[in-house]
């Protein structure tokens, strides 16, 4: 079945340590992104990439980063220098001709708890 | 980015109620799109609207895309248990681009038995 894939679902982390999220599509997808939600507040997009190896910043980049060898895969690294880590970590993908109207497709997300 | 204004936050009903929630935008948006997320989930895509005055269905839940373009209504009727989740309404402005989605607070619907 197509979909989205992250991994791992909950991850704890120390605090100083860096942590790398999964996503992975085989929905052939061209756009993907990453959001992050906290209690009670809406979606924020941390970094979204429209084509294999190029990635630009969201609202909310600084202590992330990202990179996208593959159209099938964009992983999130949560640097020690992001100051706030313990949130709720979702990917999305969208279709080229959709890109610009939202229309998005979500993995079931990751928890990160910070120790 | 801009601000969404989802209301109500939450809303404790009964079976078989039926619920209004909306969302009000001090931009003009192109398009409208309603969002549902189960617990430790992520967000699944109900109904996108992109015509101003525009009314859509999809089985029990309806959307209408505002006349002025700044707002949104989804309501749902005879609610039942798996109507439970967050709903969020998200707008994409006129011109933007893959970033230019903007996402409500969400609002919490608990169906009590």
């Known amino acids: 079945d197509g979909g989205i894939t992250q991994s791992p679902k909950y991850l704890f982390r120390k605090e100083g340590q860096n942590v790398t999220l999964s996503c992975e599509q085989n929905?052939?997808?061209?756009?993907m992104y990453w959001y992050r939600q906290d209690p009670g507040q809406g979606l924020r997009l941390i970094y979204y990439s429209q084509i294999v190896n190029d990635f630009q910043k969201g609202d909310i980049a600084e202590g992330y980063s990202v990179s996208r060898e593959k159209k099938e895969s964009f992983p999130l690294t949560v640097t020690s220098a992001q100051k706030n880590p313990t949130a709720f970590y979702l990917c999305a993908s969208s279709i080229k001709r959709r890109m610009n109207t939202g229309e998005l497709f979500f993995g079931e997300g990751s928890r990160l708890t910070v120790l | 980015g801009q601000q969404l204004n989802q209301s109500p936050q939450s809303m404790f009903i009964q079976e078989g109620e039926d619920v209004s929630m909306n969302c009000t935008s001090s931009s003009i948006f192109n398009t409208w799109l309603w969002y549902k997320q189960d617990p430790g989930e992520g967000p699944v895509l109900l109904i996108a609207?992109?015509?101003?005055?525009e009314l859509t269905s999809n089985g029990r839940l309806t959307a209408q895309f505002g006349i002025t373009r700044k707002d949104s209504f989804l309501n749902i009727s005879a609610s039942i248990p798996s109507d439970v989740g967050i709903y969020f309404c998200a707008g994409q402005e006129s011109g933007g681009g893959a970033d230019g989605l903007t996402f409500g607070k969400g609002t919490h619907l608990i169906i009590q038995p």
């Open positions: 929905l052939n997808h061209d756009a």
């Open positions: 609207l992109y015509k101003a005055g």
